[in-house]
């Protein structure tokens, strides 16, 4: 299993502009996340999804939309790109049956983004 | 809102010295996950507490979950180089929505 995949690994946005950030997990899970860090900073949500079709805001979701389509993939978009937008950002997964479960997440390696 | 906070925010330790970090939730907590993130890398989980005063150990680390269920504690055993990172915790407090805590740095001498 390759786990959690994210592209562009680099990127450099000038103000305005719009771009896709791409997440995809191989490990048929349900749950997925997308974070961003900011230096020296912890992590902070931003979208979540717990299913194909269901997505939800987490703690910083302006500036950005989210969809997601199909299990494996969940891409984050950036409308209207702003130097404050500049971080690196994580996608992440989780499996929680019905059953209930651990909400171990894996991540991805990460997009660091810079907006000038 | 929900906060999870973190400290210390660094901590420098010599090569053989123990390092705890400590985490505090503002409300009460479902579970707490710990990760470990290397410079330049991703987190990488560690452990999840869920129940009331719960201990986990693994190796040299131990893991502690308040008996509120709104503080953790992780402790590092005569630290090595190799624990190089930044620790954080994160707290579910009911929903689906994990709050990270802004982690502690660890340097270790050698």
């Known amino acids: 299993n390759a786990g959690v995949t994210q592209t562009p690994k680099f990127r450099i946005l000038k103000i305005g502009q719009s771009m896709t950030l791409q997440c995809t997990q191989d490990?048929?899970?349900?749950?997925m996340y997308w974070y961003r860090q900011d230096p020296g900073m912890g992590l902070k949500l931003i979208y979540y999804?717990?299913?194909?079709?269901?997505?939800d805001k987490g703690e910083v979701p302006n500036g950005y939309n989210v969809s997601r389509s199909t299990t494996e993939d969940f891409p984050l978009r950036l409308e209207l790109a702003a130097p404050s937008q500049t971080s690196v950002y994580f996608c992440?997964?989780?499996?929680?049956?019905?059953?209930?479960?651990?909400?171990?997440?894996?991540f991805g390696p990460g997009t660091r983004l810079t907006v000038t | 809102g929900q906060q999870v906070m973190q400290i210390p925010q660094y901590q420098h330790v010599q090569e053989g010295e123990d390092f705890t970090t400590y985490c505090n939730s503002s409300?009460?907590?479902?579970?707490i996950q710990w990760y470990k993130q290397r410079p330049g890398g991703h987190p990488v989980f560690l452990i999840q507490?869920?129940?009331?005063?719960e201990v986990k150990k693994q190796k040299r680390l131990t893991f502690q979950f308040g008996e509120a269920k709104k503080n953790s504690s992780l402790h590092i055993t005569a630290t090595q180089t190799t624990d190089v990172g930044t620790y954080f915790c994160?707290?579910?407090?009911?929903?689906?929505?994990?709050?990270f805590g802004a982690g502690t740095r660890l340097t270790v001498k050698p």
């Open positions: 409300t009460t907590l479902s579970n």
């Open positions: 490990m048929n899970h349900n749950y």
């Open positions: 507490l869920v129940k009331s005063g």
């Open positions: 992440a997964s989780s499996y929680l049956g019905l059953a209930g479960g651990s909400y171990e997440q894996y």
């Open positions: 999804s717990v299913g194909a079709g269901i997505t």
């Open positions: 994160a707290g579910l407090p009911g929903n689906n929505d994990m709050r």
